[in-house]
C-alpha cells in the first residue's frame, strides 16, 4: 500500500500561485505514472496533469502554460506549480500514483480556494 501526502494547498486571490506537493511512501522509480487530478462542487474528478516514467508531461487544456509539473526522486515528491490561478481552478486536487502493475493510489485531497 502507498501512503501518498498531499501539502501546500490554500486560499489565494486571482492571478496568485500556489505549490502542491505529494510525497509518497516509497521510492517514485517503482510508479509509471503520478498526476494531479482535481474535483470541483458538483463536478466529477478530472486530470490537472501527469507525468510519467520518462519524464513526459500532459496536461490538461484549460491549466496549459499556467502549470507546471514536476517530480524530485530524492524526496520522492510529485510537484504542481499553479500560477495565474483563476476562480475556475478551486476544487480539491489529488495526487495519483500507478506503479507498473497497474495498481493505482490516491492521496485524501487538499482544497484550493480562488477568490477575491
Known amino acids: 500500500q502507498v501512503q501518498l501526502v498531499e501539502s501546500g494547498g490554500g486560499s489565494v486571490q486571482p492571478g496568485g500561485s500556489l505549490r502542491l506537493s505529494c510525497a509518497a511512501s516509497?521510492?517514485?522509480?517503482?510508479?509509471?505514472?503520478m498526476g494531479w487530478y482535481r474535483q470541483a462542487p458538483g463536478k466529477e474528478r478530472e486530470l490537472v496533469a501527469r507525468?510519467?516514467?520518462?519524464?513526459?508531461?500532459n496536461y490538461a487544456d484549460s491549466v496549459k502554460g499556467r502549470f507546471t509539473i514536476s517530480r524530485d526522486s530524492a524526496k520522492n515528491t510529485v510537484d504542481l506549480q499553479m500560477n495565474s490561478l483563476k476562480t475556475e481552478d478551486t476544487a480539491v486536487y489529488y495526487c495519483?500514483?500507478?506503479?507498473?502493475?497497474?495498481?493505482?493510489?490516491w492521496g485524501q485531497g487538499t482544497q484550493v480556494t480562488v477568490s477575491s
Open positions: 495519483n500514483v500507478e506503479r507498473f502493475t497497474r495498481a493505482n493510489y
Open positions: 516509497e521510492t517514485i522509480f517503482r510508479f509509471n505514472l
Open positions: 507525468i510519467n516514467s520518462g519524464g513526459y508531461t
